[in-house]
């Protein structure tokens, strides 16, 4: 018996992957030459390594969403929709422009309503400052639509954790902050999942 079960999985083994959390993990740039990618797999590959949850980068730019309002934005905004509202708790990641989000990223969110409502997030920015006043602006956004941010947030510094401003090159001690950021997302996002 303890063969079989190694090889096809316990129904408890088999259970806890179908009850585990999806979250999203969105890339807030869509220019070229962006580095956010470079930041979404790392988040990724470090939150993999735990096993708590169905880790998936999402890339806005992939979405070619136009302004909120403009022509096709009921077309283009209908799979948006749908990957949004799959997930149960998101990280994002968000570079500093101009001290706050970037454009697209505010036009993504604005998108969506009930799709963002009662879920968890995290926040990984980066910038000259770490990205913290993106990340600033962020949490207001997110608590008028009902996303619950959570403390920590890893804030990446365009010195000190990228070489030449482009190449990803993480300090060790990022990746302790961005556990300490999921020991507080998936609990979120867990009791969260529980009044929608």
Known sequence: ?????????????????????????????????????????????????????????????DYKLPLLGEAGADANGAAWSEIVAAQDGFIFIVQEYNHSITGALKNAL?????????????????GSVGGARAAEHLRGILGELSVADVRVHPALSLFTDFENGNQFK?????????NQMLDQLIPWSTALSTIR
């Open 1 to 61: 018996m303890g063969f079989l079960n190694k090889l096809f999985g316990t129904k408890k083994e088999e259970e806890e992957t179908m009850t585990k959390l999806n979250i999203g993990i969105i890339l807030g740039s869509t220019r070229e030459g962006r580095v956010s990618p470079q930041v979404g797999a790392w988040v990724k590959e470090v939150a993999d390594k735990r096993g708590d949850a169905n880790y998936t980068i999402i890339d806005i730019a």
């Open 170 to 178: 993480p300090k060790e001690v990022q990746e302790d902050s961005v």
């Open 110 to 126: 604005d998108y969506l309503r009930v799709e963002w409502n009662n879920k968890a997030a995290g926040i990984v920015s980066y």
